[in-house]
């Protein structure tokens, strides 16, 4: 990973630097059309999904495995997800990323996050890392369990499951970041004095239908979010220097 940037003015250019890498690797990777985008909760538990399909049509679930505590689980939610990749025309993953201040269960989180990440490698999927604070931060939700209502009450959608709910905001976060990717790149924006004028005046508002009723602190969220992470989002085409080096060959998991 690449150090995230320092200062006001590097923020800026780091932004439109990871606009351009999220626009180039969406149509390079995505469906030109009306990009997919699959938000993934990644939890031993249940782990939430929620796929955004052309039309803007929404469909969320949990996976959930009756196979215990035991690796074996791990191993069933990979599978389903391969096989949900396998039936979509090659959707941009927007997955939760690691509660680093957790106390508890992080060697069980690293061991489904490791397993998830290196399935959508081998699939070359693009993937966009989300915290847990940006997704309560997006919704406005001071506890996990008021994501459903808020949902329910922002989007009039009802959802079930807490997992599936944090899956919705992640397709929700994952779908603006390429809308908000796009504005960026057909406005020719070159500078960060650029950057600080458009978002200042909200000027992707102009024209971006998916943009419209974007809040500030979403956009906010969105510009730290390209920021930090926008030129790590085709990160399996970053194949490590002792791979490179050893010649080493790695078959994809049956």
């Given at each position: 990973?690449?150090?995230?940037?320092?200062?006001?003015?590097?923020?800026?250019?780091?932004?439109?630097?990871?606009?351009?890498?999220?626009?180039?690797?969406?149509?390079?990777?995505?469906?030109?059309?009306?990009?997919?985008?699959?938000?993934?909760?990644?939890?031993?538990?249940?782990?939430?999904?929620?796929?955004?399909?052309?039309?803007?049509?929404?469909?969320?679930?949990?996976?959930?495995?009756?196979?215990?505590?035991?690796?074996?689980?791990?191993?069933?939610?990979?599978?389903?997800?391969?096989?949900?990749?396998?039936?979509?025309?090659?959707?941009?993953?927007?997955?939760?990323?690691?509660?680093?201040?957790?106390?508890?269960?992080?060697?069980?989180?690293?061991?489904?996050?490791?397993?998830?990440?290196?399935?959508?490698?081998?699939?070359?999927?693009?993937?966009?890392?989300?915290?847990?604070?940006?997704?309560?931060?997006?919704?406005q939700a001071k506890k996990k369990e008021h994501i459903m209502?808020?949902?329910?009450?922002?989007?009039?959608?009802?959802?079930?499951?807490?997992?599936?709910?944090?899956?919705?905001?992640?397709?929700?976060?994952?779908?603006?970041?390429?809308?908000?990717?796009?504005?960026?790149?057909?406005?020719?924006?070159?500078?960060?004095?650029?950057?600080?004028?458009?978002?200042?005046?909200?000027?992707?508002?102009?024209?971006?239908?998916?943009?419209?009723?974007?809040?500030?602190?979403?956009?906010?969220?969105?510009?730290?979010?390209?920021?930090?992470?926008?030129?790590?989002?085709?990160?399996?085409?970053?194949?490590?220097?002792?791979?490179?080096?050893?010649?080493?060959?790695?078959e994809e998991p049956i």
């Open positions: 990973m690449k150090n995230r940037p320092k200062g006001v003015k590097e923020q800026r250019e780091f932004f439109l630097r990871g606009c351009d890498e999220i626009t180039r690797v969406v149509e390079d990777y995505c469906d030109e059309d009306f990009p997919q985008v699959l938000g993934v909760d990644p939890a031993r538990g249940s782990t939430g999904w929620a796929l955004r399909e052309k039309g803007d049509k929404i469909t969320t679930g949990a996976i959930v495995s009756s196979s215990g505590m035991s690796f074996a689980k791990v191993i069933y939610i990979e599978k389903r997800l391969r096989k949900m990749l396998d039936k979509s025309t090659g959707p941009l993953i927007a997955i939760e990323g690691y509660a680093m201040n957790s106390r508890y269960g992080r060697e069980l989180a690293g061991e489904i996050g490791g397993v998830l990440r290196r399935l959508f490698y081998y699939k070359k999927r693009p993937m966009l890392v989300i915290s847990p604070l940006t997704i309560k931060a997006w919704i209502l808020e949902i329910l009450d922002k989007y009039k959608i009802k959802i079930a499951n807490n997992d599936a709910a944090d899956a919705f905001i992640l397709q929700e976060i994952g779908h603006k970041t390429i809308c908000m990717s796009k504005a960026v790149m057909d406005a020719g924006l070159t500078t960060a004095d650029d950057v600080k004028s458009y978002l200042k005046n909200q000027v992707y508002k102009n024209n971006n239908k998916c943009l419209e009723n974007l809040f500030r602190y979403q956009e906010n969220s969105l510009f730290n979010l390209i920021s930090n992470q926008g030129t790590n989002v085709k990160f399996f085409a970053k194949e490590p220097y002792a791979m490179r080096r050893l010649g080493t060959v790695y």
